[in-house]
């Protein structure tokens, strides 16, 4: 992890010579939704390699850079596995489907457009019913900073304390994106993660090292009684692996690996 240290370190310079090797900048709108798009069909190529689909449960949007109230998102019922860039639905902030041909789950719009409604500086936000993470939510506990890993959320995530249902009303999706706050993350309990970030890369990342950490707690507990890293040292901690930049950054091997090994999600 000493590269992600390094990214989210102080050392600007060393940090930003990182972020200009893979941060692009964009001469235009449509080259920027393009490269959005290609880093959200590869985030749902991982997010089915990792196994985090549950039947037709799980979304990760994408804000459009034009149209500020509109997010890309997956179809209804197409398998994480086989999505494509060309696959990508355009939902605008009514709900309807303005791009594409298939159906948006209610649900996605019902939490996401709130989302994003609420968080201006959020790029992107994932959620699915990965295994760790609803297992984990069915505690109603924050993570703790057992793990350097587990650092990235500490101080940084919520717990949406209350389950009522499959979240299909707007007034609940509030509900939630008012439990994130200012943070990256959100356990919504007996349901599962959801987590936000500047990119569809950093989201990504932040959801498959939350769904990790879980799993890592739910071990440790399971064997014994953990140690915790203490308050200062959960706080540097945070700030060297929790940065936007370092959860971008994190997320650079697993893109390059999943466009080699699938090169059709660019189609
Ligand atoms: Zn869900």
Redesign the pocket.
Known sequence: MSDTATAGADDLGIAAAIASSYLPTFPNVEEERQHRKERLAAAFRLFGRFGFDEGV???ITARDPEHADHFWVNPFGMSFSHIRVSDLILVNDKGEVVEGSSAVNA?AFA?HSQVHAARPDVVAAA???SIYGKSWSTLGRLLDPLTQDACAFYEDHALFDDYTG??LDLEEGKRIAHAIGDGKAVI?RN??LLTVGHSVDETAWWFITMERSCHAQLLAEAAGTPVLIDEDAARLTASQVGSHLAGSFSFQPLYAKITREQPDLLD
Request: aromatic fraction near 0%.
């Open positions: 449960a799980g979304h649900a939490i959620h699915a019913h499959v979240v919504l349901h599962g």
